[in-house]
């Protein structure tokens, strides 16, 4: 229970981040209301940084592109190089070494619904309503010391592998400024998510320990991941090391951006 409590603390913290973000671009965004809907329209595309990347995960640099297809309606695709957090917590056994090799991608896709009886302004300025598409693929070997019920330490290999596969439907707000740039702010993104980890160990070790220590490691990365181990509490490891399981996902992301 405890566990959870800290989790939604720190959910709550970043909808209040964001919230005070939202507040002030939207200050900033009222002198838009100068700008004519004939001059909106002449800029159709728009390149993007992913700035919310830069916190959640490490090593990241994720760039999305947009275009405007039909009135209100667009299409936005992102993707880019990003690294799955690396402060895992190991059992009291395992001692982390060092890294071997890391890598990631993301790639996303959604098509956008201005709501043109809400928004003042044309597509790409407003609120939006999107479904979208999302794939998270995370991968990392190190090397890890593993000390056995008789205390006898080893040198074990361990590599793991997280895949994410999200299928949901976003709300979000795009303000144009200065009709060149934009902050685009999805603020709520629920979806159905597939969630796929695996965890190897090589090395001395007998298979029962190999298969709790793969487990343990399993649990480490689900509770990198705000609610997922909570809500990830039935799903069992494999033999081979693989847990995968269905569940609940969601997406947020804050990005700035150049029309042109």
Not at 61 to 74: A, H, I, M, P
Not at 175 to 189: L, N, P, Q, T, Y
Not at 226 to 241: I, R
Request: some cysteine; proline content about 3%.
């Amino acid at each position: 229970m405890g566990s959870l409590k800290k989790i939604l603390t720190k959910l709550f913290g970043t909808c209040f981040l964001m919230i005070c973000m939202l507040s002030t671009i939207s200050m900033m965004g009222q002198e838009e209301k100068t700008v004519s809907k004939a001059k909106r329209d002449d800029y159709k595309n728009i390149i993007k940084f992913n700035l919310s990347s830069q916190i959640l995960y490490r090593n990241t640099f994720l760039l999305g592109y947009e275009r405007v297809v039909k009135q209100n309606q667009s299409i936005n695709i992102s993707g880019g190089y990003i690294e799955f957090p690396l402060s895992l917590k190991f059992p009291e056994s395992v001692q982390a070494k060092g890294n071997k090799e890391r890598s990631g991608y993301t790639i996303q896709a959604d098509w956008r619904f201005y709501l043109g009886k809400e928004n003042r302004y044309p597509a790409p300025h407003g609120a939006y309503l999107a479904p979208f598409l999302a794939i998270h693929h995370f991968a990392n070997e190190r090397a890890v010391t593993y000390t056995d019920s008789s205390g006898n330490p080893n040198d074990l290999n361990l590599d793991y592998k997280v895949d994410f596969l999200t299928i949901g439907g976003q709300f979000g707000y795009q303000f144009v400024i200065k009709r060149r740039f934009v902050v685009d702010a999805v603020m709520f993104g629920p979806g159905i998510t597939n969630y796929k980890f695996k965890a190897n160990v090589e090395g001395n070790i007998t298979p029962a320990e190999e298969g709790s220590l793969e487990g343990e490691v399993i649990k480490a990365l689900r509770e990198k991941l705000p609610l997922l181990d909570e809500l990830a509490s039935t799903g069992q490891t494999s033999g081979s090391g693989t847990q995968s399981f269905w569940s609940v996902g969601f997406r947020y992301s804050v990005s700035i951006g150049f029309r042109f």
